[in-house]
């Protein structure tokens, strides 16, 4: 079973700079698809996502403020975000489906990380 340790939430200003670290308890070379999710509330929405293949994908309301991208050596997978908003403020979640034949299906959840913008 995969574990995802999410870090680098906090509280930043409006306009400034946050940069989330997802580690991974074994190796990601192999994962087919890596996320970040966000949730307010009981909305959760996808945020920026990342294949084996190097495509990547932005929601609209991020793009031109956040990048995704996964470091294979350190097992980590990593969002870049700047210029950030108020509306930005959410708990973050890392996410991998691996498609692997030992994972069955299955995809692996952090425990989150909170972002709070606010002045």
């Known amino acids: 079973q995969v574990r995802l340790v999410e870090s680098g939430g906090g509280l930043v200003q409006p306009g400034g700079s946050l940069r989330l670290s997802c580690a991974a308890s074994e190796s990601i070379v192999n994962f087919e698809f890596m996320a970040w999710y966000r949730q307010v509330a009981e909305t959760r929405e996808l945020v920026a996502s990342t294949t084996i293949g190097g495509t990547t994908n932005l929601a609209d309301s991020v793009k031109g403020r956040f990048a995704i991208s996964r470091d294979n050596a350190k097992n980590t997978l990593v969002l870049q975000m700047n210029s950030l908003k108020p509306e930005d403020t959410a708990v973050y979640y890392c996410?991998?489906?691996?498609?692997?034949?030992?994972?069955?299906?299955?995809?692996?959840w952090g425990r989150g990380t909170l972002v709070t913008v606010s002045s």
């Open positions: 996410f991998t489906d691996p498609r692997r034949p030992e994972d069955n299906g299955m995809g692996y």
